[in-house]
């Protein structure tokens, strides 16, 4: 799982990516499965609109789990949310970043209590993340900062953009890189950016996000929240029944 080093790093930068048991053969066939669940699209994102067995395998695999589990501080987690995402390449684009921001803002007490009260983002990339081929950009410790900034507040599901956000000597941007097979283990509450594909192949990343039991659940807007126990129970006959209790119902 992740070692005392890499725990540390991902409380102090808000991300850590590393290695995982998935073999070639299930990351090759998922990013297949990722091709085929986008279609004609050349790129894109899409919800919960993909069951492939392929990528449910490595979103419910138990070295994810326990990597859930450790990062949470808890003895049991389940599945909140999900997403799936294909950057191609944009010949002659220029480097650039795709609109910095927090997809939510939690409070120190979220971040360092026993079970957490955070969503641990994981990252399953199907595909190596190079400088050129569109790195998710993060802003290392932002997470941090904006919990001491607002206090105790309730955990915010929101979009808070760069420009809406306290004006703090925030790090500059850094590049979350990783090789096909790998995920990154941290949390959105701290300050991102999709960038451009200027390589000249595809990206592709499962976004998931975990939660303790036990804790105050975060809240999505109730349409999310629908979508997701709509996709929990859509997928519930396609996950091995030993996997099951990832599930969030």
């Known amino acids: 799982m992740m070692s005392p080093e890499q725990l540390a790093q991902m409380d102090r930068d808000g991300f850590v990516?590393?290695?995982?048991p998935f073999t070639p053969a299930e990351i090759s066939a998922a990013a297949s499965a990722a091709d085929r669940a986008f279609g004609s699209r050349v790129e894109g994102f899409l919800g919960t609109e993909f069951t492939d067995v392929e990528l449910l395998h490595l979103?419910?695999?138990?070295?994810?789990?326990a990597v859930a589990k450790q990062m949470l501080r808890s003895s049991d987690v389940g599945l909140r949310a999900v997403a799936l995402r294909k950057t191609a390449p944009r010949q002659g684009a220029q480097p650039a970043l795709e609109g910095e921001h927090a997809d939510i803002r939690f409070s120190a007490a979220d971040l360092d209590s026993t079970p957490r009260g955070i969503l641990c983002t994981i990252l399953f990339w199907l595909t190596d993340v190079t400088p050129t081929r569109a790195p998710l950009m993060y802003r290392a410790g932002s997470h941090r900062q904006?919990?001491?900034h607002f206090g105790n507040q309730p955990a915010a599901v929101a979009a808070h953009s760069?420009?809406?956000?306290?004006?703090?000597?925030?790090?500059?941007?850094?590049?979350?890189?990783?090789?096909?097979?790998q995920i990154s283990v941290g949390t959105t509450g701290?300050?991102?950016?999709?960038?451009?594909?200027?390589?000249?192949?595809?990206?592709?990343?499962?976004?998931?996000?975990?939660q303790a039991r036990g804790v105050t659940p975060v809240k999505f807007s109730d349409a999310q929240q629908?979508?997701?126990?709509?996709?929990?129970?859509?997928?519930r006959p396609l996950v091995e029944p030993s996997r099951r209790h990832l599930l969030w119902v």
Do not use: C, W
């Open 17 to 20: 990516t590393i290695d995982t």
């Open 59 to 65: 979103m419910f695999h138990p070295f994810v789990e």
């Open 146 to 148: 904006l919990a001491e």
């Open 162 to 181: 760069l420009d809406k956000l306290p004006a703090i000597g925030y790090a500059q941007p850094t590049p979350l890189l990783a090789r096909a097979g």
């Open 190 to 210: 701290v300050i991102h950016s999709g960038s451009i594909n200027t390589d000249t192949s595809d990206r592709k990343v499962i976004f998931t996000q975990f």
């Open 226 to 235: 629908t979508g997701y126990d709509q996709y929990m129970g859509t997928i």
